[in-house]
């Protein structure tokens, strides 16, 4: 027994052995930090809030790996090389608020990874290479109000998102998204906030923003759309204030028609900024 107990107080001093911390009134930063599958990190005297940068051996978040890490409001794990994450790879951290994985290698999420985060509030997985999202994959995520999954590689709306209900921003700009389903965000009621742009939608079925009574902005800019059937989606968005359809391949005609219902409807059409070309109307490019 007692050399067990050596041999895991060995492994810890180990592990510790390569970080080094700098800490300010309210942040931590520690860098060179080496995670072990069997011992938890340990960080002396931490702060609420946490930023860390692996060393270059560390690709995966294993299970249990933050649970001595039990008061923390914040942790950023940004600009790593964060290949995988596992089931429980949050488990200790109920207190959490704000979790930033931005710019890793991600390909997916396992399902239960952040199954103890009940008070989240801001996640992000933007900058990434995500092509898919499994089941269960949002467990935990009780008082989730915004995702960032953009500059990913998503090539459809997951269906898991649907099961974040107190979401109230999404941004899913910048991936692979060509064309929007019906009920598409169905049980999104509480968002606010939708970010579609720079992908490749070419096509909105009807119904596909059904749900979002509560969507305050939307932004459908740098996509494909040949077709805007704004009748449709006004039924669906009654409080909408803000449209972004700037560079699609809208005709002038139409856009005309969507900006006069738009105005009926006091809602703000974002104006573009192409204004050399002269088949634009309110800076918008568009086809005759």
Do not use: W
């Amino acid at each position: 027994m007692k050399i067990l107990i050596f041999l895991v107080i060995i492994a810890s001093s180990i592990s510790r052995s390569f970080q080094t911390c700098a800490r300010t009134t309210a942040v931590t930063t520690c860098s060179q930090v080496r995670l072990s599958k069997t011992i938890p990190l340990l960080i002396d005297d931490y702060k609420n809030i946490l930023s860390i940068s692996l060393d270059e051996h560390t690709d995966t978040i294993y299970s249990n790996v933050f649970k001595r890490l039990a008061e923390l409001k914040r942790l950023y794990l940004s600009n790593n090389k964060i290949k995988s994450l596992e089931s429980g790879s949050f488990d200790g951290l109920s207190k959490l608020e704000e979790l930033s994985l931005y710019n890793n290698l991600l390909t997916t999420v396992v399902s239960g990874t952040f199954r103890d985060l009940h008070n989240l509030k801001i996640l992000n997985l933007g900058s990434n290479k995500i092509t898919s999202i499994p089941n269960n994959a949002f467990l935990g995520l009780d008082n989730l109000e915004e995702i960032n999954l953009s500059f990913n590689q998503l090539a459809e709306i997951p269906v898991q998102i649907n099961t974040i209900k107190s979401l109230r921003s999404l941004h899913m700009n910048s991936n692979k998204l060509k064309s929007l389903k019906a009920n598409s965000f169905r049980n999104l009621n509480k968002l606010e906030t939708l970010n579609l742009h720079d992908n490749i939608i070419d096509s909105l079925e009807a119904k596909s923003f059904a749900g979002l009574r509560n969507l305050k902005q939307l932004s459908l800019k740098s996509n494909y759309l040949k077709q805007f059937n704004t009748q449709d989606v006004l039924e669906d968005l009654g409080s909408l204030q803000i449209l972004s359809l700037a560079i699609n391949d809208l005709k002038c005609a139409d856009l005309r028609n969507i900006d006069r219902e738009l105005k009926r409807k006091r809602v703000d059409f974002e104006a573009g900024i192409n204004k050399q070309n002269p088949n634009t109307y309110r800076g918008i490019k568009c086809t005759n």
